[in-house]
């Protein structure tokens, strides 16, 4: 499976972005897909996820209310709308997919077997 991110950039507080993840080289009908993000010298820590084909997104405390994960399952892409930003939300943001996860480890990053080569996403 190849992920590939786009979108991100700098904003200044309380603005938005948006990002998107186009999804190929697989056969699977359904898999979860999630959203990562890294801070230097900070652990990698899951924001969103969604299991593809329908399944309700799931999301960290700390962005619930202020970013939204979608898909697009006929282009193969899943999005997050990032509003209200913060400077806490800088971050190196990571697409990842795995074939099979419990529900209650989809924003584990060590669950998820694939990974794009992520999008920097700069708040001020």
């Known amino acids: 499976v190849q992920l590939v991110e786009s979108g991100g950039g700098s904003v200044q507080a309380g603005g938005s972005l948006g990002l998107s993840c186009a999804a190929s080289?697989?056969?699977?009908?359904?898999?979860?897909m999630g959203w990562f993000r890294q801070a230097p010298g900070l652990e990698r820590e899951g924001v969103a996820a969604?299991?593809?084909?329908?399944?309700?997104?799931y999301y960290a405390d700390s962005v619930k209310g202020r970013f939204s994960m979608s898909e697009d399952n006929a282009m193969n892409t899943v999005y997050l709308q990032m509003d209200s930003l913060k400077p806490e939300d800088t971050a190196m943001y990571y697409c990842?997919?795995?074939?099979?996860?419990?529900?209650?480890?989809?924003?584990?990053?060590?669950?998820?077997?694939?990974w794009g080569q992520g999008t920097q996403v700069t708040v001020s």
């Open positions: 080289g697989y056969s699977y009908f359904r898999f979860w």
């Open positions: 990842a997919a795995v074939l099979v996860c419990a529900n209650g480890l989809v924003l584990l990053a060590k669950e998820y077997t694939f």
């Open positions: 969604i299991y593809t084909g329908g399944g309700d997104a």
